[in-house]
């Protein structure tokens, strides 16, 4: 089973609008971490958000925040305000507890903001 | 500090060739990855290694070897190229192993294997 899904491929949003990206995952350990990454055209990795499992308020960082949902195992990230830079591909991972600091990651959403 | 390097940026391989890909860190992290990325299917990992000396193996090993002989060096080595190959890979490093911690990305590098 996949243990990151991000089910939209492609997404679209007007400059200053807000934009949900959805992402859920499968784990059965009780401690983990969420991450989210930003990969623009240039096509580096940019860490934007974390939310780990005890966290008991959603994390935020700026115009990111993260709608933590834990008995739905979704983590979806929010931009508010969103600005033509943020067209990006955006990855949602996962840390478990076990197994050293490794990551999985989601197959990524395509965000395009329009003027 | 640099963060984390990776050489080369971009590289084209005939099938049957060996390389070794590059990457150092200067923040004197304890974990260090290799993730390839293809179309579609987001970043998958490698091997990794959790100090100098310590490695395993990831998702999708097969095809590559690691070793790590510093804490600052991770090189990634093709041992017989294939067109499978073909990727953009990822070299990643973070402080520890023991909580939490943002992996701090290289640049990439990106390979074609004919």
């Known amino acids: 089973a996949q243990k990151i899904t991000q089910t939209q491929p492609g997404m679209f949003v007007q400059e200053k609008e807000a934009v949900t990206l959805d992402c859920t995952y499968d784990?059965?350990?009780?401690?983990?971490?969420l991450f989210w990454y930003k990969q623009p055209s240039s096509g580096e990795m940019i860490f934007l958000i974390y939310q780990g499992s005890y966290d008991e308020q959603n994390a935020t960082e700026g115009r990111y925040s993260l709608n933590f949902q834990k008995a739905r195992k979704s983590a979806n990230l929010v931009i508010s305000a969103s600005q033509l830079g943020d067209s990006a591909m955006y990855f949602c991972?996962?840390?478990?507890?076990?197994?050293?600091?490794?990551?999985?990651f989601g197959t990524g959403t395509r965000l395009t903001v329009i003027p | 500090n640099a963060g984390v390097t990776q050489t080369p940026k971009f590289q084209v391989l005939k099938t049957g060739q060996s390389m070794t890909l590059q990457c150092a860190q200067d923040?004197?992290?304890?974990?260090m990855s290799w993730y390839r990325q293809d179309p579609g299917m987001g970043l998958r990992l490698i091997h990794y290694?959790?100090?100098?000396?310590?490695?395993d193996q990831g998702e999708v090993p097969n095809g590559y070897n690691v070793s790590r002989s510093t804490t600052e060096d991770f090189p990634l080595r093709l041992l017989s190229a294939a067109p499978s190959q073909t990727s953009v890979y990822f070299c990643?490093?973070?402080?520890?192993?023991?909580?939490?911690?943002?992996?701090?990305f290289g640049p990439g590098t990106r390979l074609t294997v004919t």
């Open positions: 290694s959790v100090g100098a000396g310590i490695t």
């Open positions: 991972a996962m840390r478990e507890r076990t197994g050293a600091n490794n990551l999985f």
């Open positions: 923040m004197n992290h304890e974990y």
């Open positions: 990643a490093s973070s402080p520890g192993t023991g909580g939490f911690y943002e992996q701090y």
């Open positions: 784990t059965s350990d009780q401690s983990y971490g």
